[in-house]
């Protein structure tokens, strides 16, 4: 596929479970970023990888939630012991590295958490 | 700090007639500005930017948007409405030289037959 996919695209999970999305960026795409969109809201910033640069941990809401990036393509957000305010839809997104043109983020389908 | 406030949560227009979703912005430094747009139950999609160069920026579905920057603005516009431009619209503000992204809240936009 040519776009951004995230898996799985909906996840009920228990309140205290961990869990794990998954996505995998566009092929040759650098930059990858995870957002949180809640109902009402706005998307709000996570994470962003670039290349193998130390990733942009300033948006995480807590030491509950961590990133990783393997090999520079496919990365896994991981939300250990969900609390029910983590109920949102998370949104990953992909670009070319940024080059004064290169910027546009496409963006994944989404995983859609509830925590019940 | 960076941020974007799109004033408004809904918008309604009536098809063929002009729309106007607002956004503005706070940013140190040069603003790149985007808008994207997210359809029911799809992901969101890019419909333009603003880099540098003419204030007006052309993007797809005949939207475009003024960059105004007395005014911090980046207001996306349309001339005429269509039904199936009706879903939520987000405005996003990136700081030049930096790949941290802001977007605002999103507005929903209804265009009623």
């Known amino acids: 596929g040519a776009g951004v996919s995230q898996s799985p695209s909906n996840k009920v999970t228990e309140k205290g479970k961990d869990v794990e999305l998954r996505c995998d960026p566009i092929?040759?795409?650098?930059?990858l970023y995870w957002y949180r969109q809640s109902l009402g809201q706005g998307l709000e910033f996570l994470i962003y990888f670039q290349g193998n640069s130390a990733p942009d941990k300033s948006g995480l809401p807590s030491d509950r939630f961590s990133a990783e990036r393997t090999g520079g393509s496919v990365s896994t957000l991981t939300i250990q012991r969900t609390q029910q305010e983590d109920s949102a839809v998370y949104l990953c997104a992909s670009s070319l590295p940024f080059e004064g043109g290169s910027e546009t983020q496409y963006f994944g389908p989404g995983t859609r958490l509830l925590v019940l | 700090a960076q941020s974007v406030a799109q004033p408004e949560d809904q918008v309604n227009v009536a098809e063929g007639n002009p729309l106007t979703v607002k956004c503005t912005y706070s940013v140190s430094g040069n603003p790149y500005l985007f808008w994207y747009v997210q359809y029911p139950n799809r992901g969101l999609q890019f419909l333009l930017k603003y880099i540098t160069g003419d204030n007006l920026v052309k993007g797809s579905y005949g939207f475009e948007a003024e960059f105004n920057k007395s005014q911090t603005s980046f207001h996306l516009k349309k001339p005429s409405a269509l039904v199936s431009d009706s879903a939520l619209y987000f405005c996003a503000v990136m700081r030049y030289n930096f790949n941290k992204f802001y977007f605002g809240s999103g507005t929903k936009l209804n265009v009623k037959p």
């Open positions: 092929s040759g795409h650098t930059a």
